[in-house]
């Protein structure tokens, strides 16, 4: 770290790297938020909490073409458990602690996300992060939602998006809604069956889950991209992060912070350190002081890049052969 600055400031909560552990099973409950802040977190945001805590089906968790397709569901701690036993411990890990709120069922989902933001807030957190996208509601409900929980407190409000065609509509209108920040991207929903049965490999209600790790990684930087170019918002760029260059991909892409879930699963706490030192590391051989200075980088580069800059093969199509020299020595 000598020489690098890491930190930076997202919605006005100053973290000491770009770090954040997100929601999923490494942040399940006040001890793993205390060894995700050992191990060099600049942030954590808690397993979403449902008000009555959740249930994972099982089979809820497979490996999937080099990445992991996910059912996991809510904590199974409710909002009350988190209030009275784990909020209380995970603030003594002395980073921001942003509090993750869900609701499965979409009937009365405003009165109950409202519910829960009020709690959550009075309970210390320092910003909220609200899951929408895994409930079968509308944009437009999802919208009344943000609008309703950025009433509760003062608090800032990051909302969770999934991979979209539209992302920069869908992100606009969240940030119309009252969203403060946006986590981009979770993972695109996957399925993968068993040819002997027929039966999916997942045991969630319909067999699907979401497609986490490595796969995901550069649809993540696109999102990112995309969205930091059309929307006026911090994000945090999460999916895919297993290294120091995949993280700072993602905010040369415009994100301002880093989510962490797969990789700390397969690799244990100490990836965060990893992954930390890496990103500095890099950054100190490449002379920049401040990761802050990198953010954007990507758009302000193509911003400037004019028809003269690009090149193109000078036989039109690039051939079969020159094909598979590339992609067997990537």
């Known amino acids: 770290m000598k020489g690098v600055d890491l930190s930076v400031e ?28 050992k191990y060099g977190a600049g942030a954590v945001i808690n397993r979403s909490i449902e008000k009555k805590g959740g249930k994972d089906p099982m089979p809820c968790l497979s490996s999937l073409g080099g990445g992991i397709l996910n059912a996991t569901t809510a904590s199974a701690s409710s909002v009350d458990d988190w209030i009275e ?24 989902a405003i009165a109950e996300y409202t519910e829960l933001a009020g709690k959550v807030a009075d309970a210390g957190a320092a910003m909220l992060h609200v899951v929408t996208n895994y ?13 309703s929980v950025k ?41 993968k069956i068993d040819v002997s049965t027929g039966m999916p490999i997942i045991g969630s209600p319909d067999g699907t889950g979401h497609l986490c790790g490595r796969p995901v990684h550069p649809l993540s930087v696109y999102c990112v ?68 200075d990198i953010v954007g980088k990507t758009i302000r580069l193509v911003k400037g890049r004019t028809e003269k800059d690009i090149k193109y093969h000078e036989k039109g199509n690039i051939s079969l052969s020159e094909m598979r020299k590339i992609l067997r020595n990537p």
């Open 85 to 108: 036993r784990e909020f209380p411990k995970a603030k003594k890990a002395g980073i921001p602690i942003i509090g993750s709120i869900f609701v499965l069922k979409a009937k009365s």
């Open 225 to 292: 991209y995309k969205l930091a170019k059309a929307v006026d918002m911090p994000l945090i760029g999460s999916g895919g992060v297993y290294s120091g260059e995949d993280a700072l991909e993602l905010m040369m892409a415009g994100a301002t912070a880093v989510g962490l879930q797969s990789s700390v699963i397969t690799g244990g706490f100490e990836k965060i350190r990893e992954i930390r030192d890496e990103m500095s590391q890099i950054l100190e051989e490449q002379g920049v002081k401040s990761v802050k």
């Open 151 to 191: 009433k509760t407190s003062d608090l800032p409000v990051c909302v969770n998006l999934n991979y979209a065609y539209d992302i920069e509509r869908v992100g606009g209108l969240m940030r119309k809604a009252g969203a403060d920040a946006a986590l981009v991207v979770d993972g695109p929903w996957a399925m």
């Open 135 to 147: 409930v079968d509601m509308s944009l437009d409900e999802a919208r009344a939602i943000i609008a």
């Open 10 to 37: 997202f919605c006005g909560l100053k973290l000491r790297n770009p770090l954040i552990l997100t929601p999923g099973p490494m942040t399940q409950d006040g001890e793993s938020i205390l060894q995700a802040a």
